[in-house]
């Protein structure tokens, strides 16, 4: 009778303990994540930013002795800020910082000067009415309570506003930090009502206004943008790989994305998501290790006003260009940052996540082998759709939604530290999921 295969936390220890030893030495990593934001900057869908950045990743890639590097095409919306300005002109005149939302249609070329209605959820709003919201800028001064329960008022607000025949609306910006900076982010209109200009100002001009409506001044504003739709772009994921050895055919991807807001260099969001990715095949790469499994690292286009990127590539399956769905092991994808790691998401639970929790026993050196149910992301939810099992990294978060769509999302956020963790864990993972025996969830 033949004995047991020893566990993945035994059988995988001394190659994990090497790539993390590498991993914390790197120097690579963040210099490749400096490179991207300091000299290329921030990389709006449809911008030449983002095709330099495209380029520049591409050669990167083949630098670091990937294979089959490649830049399959993708078209993307092409939106275009502006110059954009608001300023509160009664009871007193005051210049409100403000960013306009992702892909907000502009106003007039003299503005728009109304009234503004303040207003703390969508049942407040409802219960003003037509009557008292017709004409007017609707305010919405939500309190921040975590991301997911408070950026609806920011996707849905302008739709839910115009409805009710707002003539724009603000957002106080959806994060915690109270620094006068303001959050961009993408809104989604409905189709079944007018489009109205809409945009984000801060915590401090949200609440001043607030003020002065509950002490019964008539509060308003002028709000100038010039944003715009210009007709969709072409633009391209980027990918390359470390062919497997035994089962090229098979695949673990892992990747985030490239493009970020037209504000800040993108540095957490998702720059060092991406870098991470990349980084974390190198160290691979550099260790001389070749997994059973074909390790891909992808760098998808258009997540934050779009997600034409996923789409594209999740299409690519579909017209037998690259395999099929079947042959994907794992996907992983790292797009909240790079704050202290934690450990790993991992969708579905079951036998995936069972599988997961071994593996991450081996990131304990590190602390971050907290395995969970509830991970994927935005990129690679179209193969989750389909049932490649999901992974997503997990971080302390601590001031991630402090940064990010915002100005102050740049390097010097980023500890290189931690960010050598996040690519530790990340090497740690996709190496182990792509060269194990079996494949996650069996």
């Given at each position: 009778?033949?004995?047991?295969?020893?566990?993945v936390?035994?059988s995988?220890?001394?190659?994990s303990?090497?790539i993390i030893?590498?991993?914390?030495?790197?120097?690579?990593?963040?210099?490749?994540?400096?490179?991207?934001?300091?000299?290329?900057?921030?990389?709006l869908?449809?911008?030449?930013?983002?095709?330099?950045?495209?380029?520049?990743?591409a050669?990167?890639?083949?630098?670091?002795g990937?294979e089959?590097?490649?830049?399959?095409?993708?078209?993307?919306?092409h939106?275009?800020?502006?110059?954009?300005?608001a300023?509160?002109?009664q009871?007193?005149?005051?210049p409100?910082?403000?960013?306009?939302?992702?892909?907000?249609?502009?106003?007039p070329?003299?503005?728009i000067?109304?009234?503004v209605v303040?207003?703390?959820?969508?049942?407040?709003?409802?219960?003003?009415?037509?009557?008292?919201?017709?004409g007017?800028?609707?305010?919405?001064?939500?309190?921040?309570?975590?991301?997911?329960k408070?950026?609806?008022y920011?996707?849905?607000?302008?739709s839910?506003?115009?409805?009710?025949?707002?003539?724009?609306?603000?957002?106080?910006?959806?994060?915690?930090?109270?620094?006068?900076?303001?959050?961009?982010?993408?809104?989604?209109?409905?189709?079944?009502?007018?489009?109205?200009?809409?945009?984000?100002?801060?915590?401090?001009?949200?609440t001043?206004i607030?003020?002065?409506?509950?002490?019964?001044?008539?509060?308003?504003?002028?709000l100038?943008?010039e944003?715009?739709?210009?007709p969709?772009?072409?633009?391209?994921?980027?990918?390359?790989?470390?062919?497997?050895?035994?089962?090229?055919?098979e695949?673990?991807?892992m990747?985030?994305?490239?493009?970020?807001?037209?504000?800040?260099a993108?540095?957490?969001?998702?720059?060092?998501?991406?870098?991470?990715?990349?980084?974390a095949?190198a160290?691979?790469?550099?260790?001389?290790?070749?997994?059973?499994?074909?390790?891909?690292?992808?760098?998808w286009?258009?997540?934050?006003?779009?997600?034409a990127?996923?789409?594209?590539?999740?299409?690519?399956?579909?017209g037998?260009?690259?395999?099929?769905?079947?042959?994907?092991?794992?996907?992983?994808?790292m797009?909240g940052?790079?704050?202290k790691?934690?450990g790993?998401?991992v969708s579905?639970?079951?036998?995936?996540l069972?599988?997961?929790?071994?593996?991450?026993?081996?990131?304990?050196?590190i602390?971050a082998?907290?395995?969970?149910e509830g991970?994927?992301?935005?990129?690679?939810?179209?193969?989750m759709?389909?049932?490649?099992?999901?992974?997503?990294?997990?971080?302390?978060?601590?001031h991630?939604?402090?940064?990010?769509?915002?100005?102050?999302?740049?390097v010097?956020k980023?500890d290189?530290?931690?960010?050598?963790?996040?690519?530790?864990?990340m090497?740690?993972?996709?190496?182990?999921l792509?060269d194990?025996?079996?494949?996650?969830?069996?």
């Open positions: 009778m033949l004995a047991a295969a020893p566990p936390s035994e995988y220890k001394d190659v303990a090497r030893a590498a991993a914390l030495a790197d120097q690579d990593g963040y210099a490749k994540l400096s490179y991207l934001c300091d000299r290329i900057g921030n990389r869908s449809g911008s030449d930013s983002l095709n330099a950045a495209i380029q520049w990743a050669a990167q890639m083949k630098r670091d990937l089959n590097v490649a830049t399959p095409a993708v078209k993307v919306p939106w275009v800020r502006g110059r954009e300005d300023e509160m002109v009871p007193v005149r005051h409100l910082t403000m960013l306009g939302l992702g892909d907000s249609v502009g106003t070329p003299d503005g000067t109304a009234e303040s207003v703390a959820s969508f049942d407040a709003l409802n219960a003003l009415g037509r009557e008292k919201v017709a007017k800028i609707v305010l919405f001064n939500v309190p921040y309570e975590g991301y997911g408070t950026v609806p920011r996707s849905d607000g302008p839910r506003a115009a409805k009710l025949g707002a003539a724009a609306m603000l957002i106080r910006s959806v994060g915690s930090l109270a620094m006068q900076t303001p959050h961009t982010g993408a809104l989604n209109y409905s189709e079944a009502d007018p489009k109205i200009p809409a945009a984000a100002i801060t915590f401090e001009d949200a001043l607030q003020r002065l409506t509950d002490a019964g001044e008539t509060v308003s504003v002028h100038h943008m944003a715009h739709m210009l969709d772009a072409d633009s391209a994921n980027v990918m390359g790989e470390i062919p497997g050895r035994e089962k090229p055919e695949i673990v991807v990747g985030g994305h490239i493009d970020s807001w037209d504000v800040g993108g540095a957490q969001d998702d720059g060092s998501g991406i870098m991470a990715a990349l980084e095949a160290v691979i790469k550099k260790l001389g290790l070749h997994p059973r499994r074909t390790l891909r690292v992808v760098f286009t258009n997540e934050e006003n779009g997600g990127g996923g789409r594209a590539y999740r299409a690519m399956l579909d037998k260009t690259d395999g099929k769905i079947h042959d994907y092991v794992a996907a992983i994808e797009d940052g790079a704050e790691p934690l790993f998401g579905p639970g079951g036998a995936a069972a599988r997961a929790k071994e593996i991450g026993r081996l990131l304990e050196p602390g082998d907290t395995i969970r991970g994927g992301g935005a990129d690679i939810a179209p193969l759709h389909d049932g490649v099992p999901g992974l997503g990294l997990l971080t302390v978060e601590q991630y939604f402090d940064w990010h769509h915002t100005r102050t999302d740049t010097d980023i290189p530290q931690e960010f050598r963790q996040c690519i530790a864990a090497a740690v993972m996709s190496y182990v792509a194990m025996p079996e494949r996650l969830g069996e």
